[in-house]
């Protein structure tokens, strides 16, 4: 990776000492526990995340027959295969100078209803964004893509403005009402409001990628995981209780460390090349999206993404983990975290997870922060390709320590952990959003400002050899 280009968006959490806060106790010998909501006063002062999540940022535009819009979103997430849906959360309550209302932006997206959403390469025009995005306020919103600066040209599929030099952009619509595969009516509203912010559901109709990374001449790099060493031992030694299986049919590959195209990825099966971008116009209704064949049904295109550690009690007491890549966080106050869970029947890779039993039952799940570290990564491959259903130990044939808490398993090897009470269930058409209203955050001791976790929230783009 180019380190010089992204070091410069290195963000390190925390950026304070848990131990030398008010607000953390520390419980047990190992782990220090902020328990939430915040108080509206104290969200005044620092709405900063209490908590850390691995988030991407990308850059939306959108327009209606007046204006045009530039925002910038933290943890834009795929959260629904068939149709495809790119979920976008804004703030509507104010809380604080950082988290205020995004009124106009919200009023020229639910006018015009289409997005595009964009990406860069780390430097200038990630720059320029952020300078236009911080010195014009929403209220002048329509300045906001002049004032960058930035040339920009027509959408394939909408009248959101592209932005030229971004080297990926997915082009989007509010959904409209429908119904999933089962007939179940899916988008009664196109979007769910839950606290302080309102949740977009888009769908996307095209995709661009800059032709030199379709043809395989450059490629993205992804760094998907934070970067983080433990201080302390990782956890204590674990053995395996039975033999671990291996779905011998279909497994689902996975490295934090992710290239694209590369020869584990599919390329990318676009339609056109116009303006230097390889464009591909999905299908308009999700049963001519369908892929049926499971390396055929994976993303058309890269997406940045990153993963969360689901952890649930199973109805028969065993402790459950279910790697889940479209995690996010939606809400600031009281603070969410989104769960995507499949729930269709389409193939192996798109199957009912054995987790929705008792995220539905007993409305309450973990959310570990997974980092790059080889047992770490081991168990997100078993955990994340073998069910509950055929491994009731899963979680130490994975390699991974569990502490008994009351509220959902806790993986002692990772550094934070969110206990979540699930607060609304939004069906999707092949995936179930869980909202989870967290409700306390453990850090282990090792995790401080003299240890943090390094994350770059942007992709790279690196010309390949
Ligand atoms: C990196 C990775 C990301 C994943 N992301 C998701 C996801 O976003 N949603 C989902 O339903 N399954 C996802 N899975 C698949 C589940 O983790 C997998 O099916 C798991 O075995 C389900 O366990 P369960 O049936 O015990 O709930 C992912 C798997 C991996 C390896």
């Given amino acids: 990776m180019s380190k010089e280009k992204l070091d410069k968006y ?35 002062i620092d709405s900063r995340w209490p908590g850390f999540f691995p988030s991407p940022i990308c850059f939306v535009t959108t327009s209606d027959s007046e204006i045009t819009a530039l925002e910038k979103v933290v943890g834009a997430s795929i959260v629904n295969r068939f149709p495809y849906i790119i979920a976008l959360s804004f703030c509507i309550e104010p809380l604080s100078k950082r988290h205020y209302v995004r009124s106009r932006f919200m009023e020229t997206l639910e006018k015009g209803e289409t997005v595009c959403v964009h990406y860069f390469e780390p430097g200038d025009d990630i720059d320029a964004v952020m300078r236009a995005i911080n010195e014009v306020s929403d209220d002048n919103i329509d300045k906001r893509i002049e004032f960058t600066g930035l040339a920009t040209r027509k959408a394939k599929t909408n009248d959101s ?55 395989g001449t450059s490629q993205i790099h992804w760094k998907a995981l934070p970067e983080w060493e433990p201080k302390n031992q990782l956890q204590n030694e674990v053995v395996a209780t039975t033999t671990p299986l291996i779905d011998v049919k279909y497994q689902k590959g996975y490295s934090p460390n992710y290239f694209f195209p590369s020869k584990n990825t599919i390329g990318f099966e676009y339609d056109t090349i116009e303006n230097g971008m390889a464009i591909k116009v999905l299908p308009q209704l999700p049963e001519d999206q369908v892929e049926v064949d499971n390396d055929r049904a994976r993303w058309p295109c890269f997406f940045p993404s990153s993963v969360g550690m689901i952890t649930t009690w199973d109805s028969s007491g065993a402790p459950n983990l279910m790697p889940c890549g479209s995690t996010t966080i939606l809400v600031r106050h009281p603070l969410c975290i989104g769960v995507c869970v499949s729930y269709a029947e389409i193939n192996i890779r798109y199957a009912p997870r054995g987790s ?22 081991d168990a997100i491959k078993y955990a994340g390709n073998i069910s509950i259903d055929s491994d009731l130990n899963k979680i130490v044939n994975a390699g991974l320590e569990v502490e008994k808490n009351e509220w959902s398993p806790v993986l002692p090897a990772l550094p934070i952990h969110f206990d979540c009470e699930v607060v609304d269930i939004v069906r999707l058409g092949t995936h179930f959003l869980y909202i989870g209203e967290v409700k306390a955050i453990r850090v282990r001791e ?6 943090p976790l390094n994350w770059y929230p942007y992709p790279d783009v690196l010309v390949n050899n």
Wanted: proline content about 7%.
């Fill in 10 to 44: 290195l963000y390190k959490w925390p950026y304070f000492n848990p131990s030398e806060e008010k607000s953390w106790v520390k419980e047990g010998d190992s782990q220090f526990v902020r328990y939430l909501p915040e108080k509206k006063e104290e969200l005044e």
């Fill in 161 to 215: 403005p592209v932005f030229s030099s971004a080297y990926m952009v997915y082009e989007a619509k509010l959904v409209k009402p429908g119904k999933d595969f089962s007939g179940n009516p899916i988008f009664e509203k196109p979007y769910t409001d839950f606290g302080s912010h309102r949740i977009y559901y888009l769908e996307i109709e095209a995709i661009q990628l800059r032709e030199d990374i379709s043809n």
């Fill in 356 to 377: 929705i039993r008792a995220l539905n039952e007993t409305k309450k799940f973990g959310c570990g922060v997974p980092f790059i570290n080889d047992t770490i990564v």
């Fill in 446 to 451: 090792d995790v401080n400002q003299e240890n």
